[in-house]
């Protein structure tokens, strides 16, 4: 049964930073394009960050130059650095694994980022 497992999410104050992490059970993790969502409380989901099997990587306009996304495949598993964080920031973050027509969840962790 595929797995994506969050963690690292929290409270913290604006202009901190927390790293969150995204263990994958994929056997054939490094064919996977990773990536992390957020939905905050009425709002879409949206891509926050993304990172191609060959290591391309791609960010929202909104965390350009504060977000930092990276994936280790030998552990399996997908980081997301969050420095500087925003109140604006504050929302659910979900993982993300895609592989052509394949796409698994995570259940999401928790940032909120206190003014």
């Known amino acids: 049964q595929v797995q994506l497992v969050e963690s690292g999410g929290g409270l913290v104050q604006a202009g901190g930073s927390l790293r969150l992490s995204c263990a994958a059970s994929?056997?054939?993790?490094?064919?996977?394009?990773m990536g992390w969502y957020r939905q905050a409380p009425g709002k879409q989901r949206e891509l926050v960050a993304a990172?191609?099997?060959?290591?391309?990587?791609n960010y929202a306009d909104s965390v350009k130059g504060r977000f930092t996304i990276s994936r280790d495949n030998a552990k399996t598993t997908v980081y997301l650095q969050m420095n500087s964080l925003k109140p604006d920031d504050t929302a659910v973050y979900y993982c993300?694994?895609?592989?052509?027509?394949?796409?698994?969840w995570g259940q999401g962790t928790q940032v909120t980022v206190s003014s």
């Open positions: 993300h694994a895609a592989l052509s027509r394949i796409n698994y």
């Open positions: 990172i191609t099997s060959g290591y391309s990587t």
């Open positions: 994929l056997s054939i993790f490094s064919r996977y394009a």
